[in-house]
């Protein structure tokens, strides 16, 4: 079964860097385009960024363009999010999430929690 | 950006009632829209695709209608499992968008 493990959440001061790690199983992940949800405690959900299945096509969310970097490593079926730049806006759990196309985030992972503070 | 806008933001029901929840789009019409239900402490499940397809394994009392621009989510017998609160999001363009939600709760 489809299978998302993220990992790489903790606290981290402001203006500091993190990367996130999503490990995928269940699924031929060089197939799919993968995207990174966020939600900051008690609030809604943000879409932040997208990597197509070959990693050949980026988006993102305004609020973190140019400090986040989002990437994949189809040889270890891992999606990753370097934040940098990090902003105390920024806290929320971070999900990862599969896209199927015509079905547009079809599996979850369990999401990491990002606390950024001083 | 398309923005998405949910209404009501908070909703009391009771089991067995008919539930409608509203999803405006701010521009454009949109034909790639889908619906989500959250669980506390949950990642969100998809429920419904293309505006009005339902996705596997989702029971049938859940259904998605609409076009252009205004949208529904019905639930047409609330179960005691349905407490949670919903999302709408457009998949049209990027950046995809989320509506703010919609929290069901018990009457």
């Known amino acids: 079964q489809v299978r998302l493990v993220e990992s790489g959440g903790g606290v981290v001061q402001p203006g500091r860097s993190l990367r996130l790690s999503c490990v995928a199983s269940?699924?031929?992940?060089?197939?799919?385009?993968m995207h990174w949800v966020r939600q900051a405690p008690g609030k809604g959900l943000e879409w932040v960024a997208v990597?197509?299945?070959?990693?050949?096509?980026?988006y993102y969310a305004d609020s973190v363009k140019d400090r986040f970097t989002i990437s994949r490593d189809s040889s270890k079926n891992t999606l990753y999010l370097q934040m940098n730049s990090l902003r105390t806006e920024d806290t929320a759990v971070y999900y990862c999430?599969?896209?199927?196309?015509?079905?547009?985030?079809?599996?979850w992972g369990q999401g990491t929690l990002v606390t950024v503070s001083s | 950006d398309i923005q998405m806008t949910q209404s009501p933001s908070t909703l009391s029901a009771s089991v067995g009632d008919r539930v409608t929840i509203t999803c405006r789009a701010s521009?454009?019409?949109?034909?790639?829209l889908a619906w989500y239900q959250q669980k506390p402490g949950k990642a969100p499940k998809l429920l419904i695709y293309?505006?009005?397809s339902l996705q596997s394994g989702v029971p049938s009392r859940f259904s998605g209608s609409g076009s252009g621009t205004e949208f529904t989510l019905t639930i047409s017998s609330l179960q005691p499992d349905d407490f949670a609160t919903y999302y709408c999001?457009?998949?049209?363009?990027?950046?995809?968008?989320f509506g703010q939600g919609t929290k069901v709760e018990i009457k």
């Open positions: 999430a599969k896209d199927t196309g015509d079905l547009p985030l079809d599996y």
């Open positions: 269940g699924f031929t992940f060089r197939s799919y385009g």
């Open positions: 990597i197509s299945f070959d990693g050949g096509n980026e």
């Open positions: 521009q454009t019409s949109i034909s790639w």
């Open positions: 293309k505006a009005s």
């Open positions: 999001q457009q998949y049209n363009s990027y950046p995809w968008t």
